[in-house]
């Protein structure tokens, strides 16, 4: 793909500043571009690279003045990150835009329905009663199971799984190797000591604009719906458990698990390797840090937690400091003890 100068000025509501035929094709870092690329300048560390990059333009924003002369066009917007972000996504969507039709062998049951400008790659299986929208990619080695519902401009990367009854939105991404409706951990304990499997017999409702990252894991309800709100953001290795609720716009770090029947508000940030116990409810615009401990519901909104088990993060770093002083403060207590 080709596009001016010009062009991606328009795009970005941006204006230029050189010159506005110039044609670029490709997307490079600020440090190793090349004549045809385009790469962006939005922290000073960078700056340097500004006036050596052998890039053909170069987008910052609006405010920056360069100190030294320079051989590349700048692209002026706004904010030179944000910009950059809308041109990344504006060539992600052509990118996916582009694949069309169908790769043999895959297999699609008679009984299913997919909407205009599909794409359905090598060995991909959809199985019987679904419905796929509009545009929507299911990638080589994606299995769809029965039942399932996906809406329009949705991707289903490489090796993904969708298990029966699953309701996927619009405009969602699902990454290579998650699993999307997989059976909950539910094990009743017997008196022999042995454990009766419990049949998970719900499903998972992700909503528009969810994205979840690679290998990650969202089991399907024992009974109604475990339930992704619009907009929410999982990243990869992230295991949510049966019947939880993920609020609108909350963000999961990789390796985060969350055991079942717990509500997640939204606006919330759960960093790496946070461990969130079942059936409590997190408040709104609350934020975990990574490896903390989540025991009992959190009602307050807006908080930091941090630790484990996690507390309000000043606290924590109030503790902290007496912790990594326990062995000073045990001596001076025992000299204190020797004395008459």
């Known amino acids: ?15 230029v500043e050189g010159d506005t035929s110039l044609k670029v094709s490709r997307l490079d870092k600020i440090q190793e571009g090349k004549s045809g690329g385009i790469s962006f300048l939005s922290n000073e560390k960078y700056e340097p690279y500004l006036y050596t990059t052998e890039a053909t333009a170069v987008i910052v924003s609006e405010g920056f ?18 910009g950059f972000t809308q041109l990344l996504e504006a060539y992600v969507q052509l990118s996916k835009s582009a694949l069309t039709g169908v790769e043999e062998p895959s297999h699609l049951d008679p009984s299913s329905k997919i909407g205009p400008n599909g794409y359905r790659g090598a060995f991909s299986y959809i199985g019987k009663n679904c419905e796929l929208g509009e545009n929507v990619k299911i990638h080589p080695q994606a299995y769809i199971g029965d039942r399932v519902k ?18 996927i939105g619009s405009h969602c991404e699902i ?11 539910g094990f009743a304990p017997q008196e022999d000591g042995s454990y009766k499997a419990i049949p998970q017999i719900g499903n998972v409702i992700l909503e528009d604009w969810v994205s979840v990252g690679a ?9 109604g719906s475990t339930i992704i709100k619009k907009g929410a953001k999982i990243d990869n290795q992230v295991q949510i458990a049966h019947n939880v609720i993920i609020g609108e716009n909350t963000v999961i770090a990789a390796q985060a698990g969350i055991s079942g029947s717990t509500e997640i508000g939204k606006n919330c940030v759960i960093a790496g390797k946070a461990g969130i116990v079942g059936h409590i409810k997190i408040a709104d615009q609350t934020t975990i840090g ?7 519901t959190i009602k307050k909104p807006g908080q930091t937690l ?4 996690a507390m309000d993060m000043k606290n924590f770093l109030k503790s902290y400091t007496i912790f990594k002083n326990l062995e000073g403060l045990e001596n001076r207590i025992k000299e204190l003890e020797k004395k008459p």
């Open 306 to 309: 941090f630790g484990y088990m």
């Open 290 to 296: 990574a490896n903390s401990g989540i025991s009992k």
């Open 215 to 223: 290998n990650s894991t969202i089991d399907c309800a024992t009974m």
């Open 1 to 15: 793909m080709e596009f001016t100068t010009g062009q991606i000025a328009s795009l970005l509501n941006g204006t």
């Open 150 to 167: 996906i809406g329009d401009h949705t991707v289903i990367h490489a090796g993904a799984k969708i298990c029966a009854d699953t309701v």
């Open 65 to 82: 003045k360069p100190t030294k002369s320079f051989r590349t066009n700048l692209i002026r917007v706004k904010d030179a990150y944000t």
């Open 175 to 185: 990454s290579p190797g998650a699993v999307i409706g997989s059976d909950g951990f």
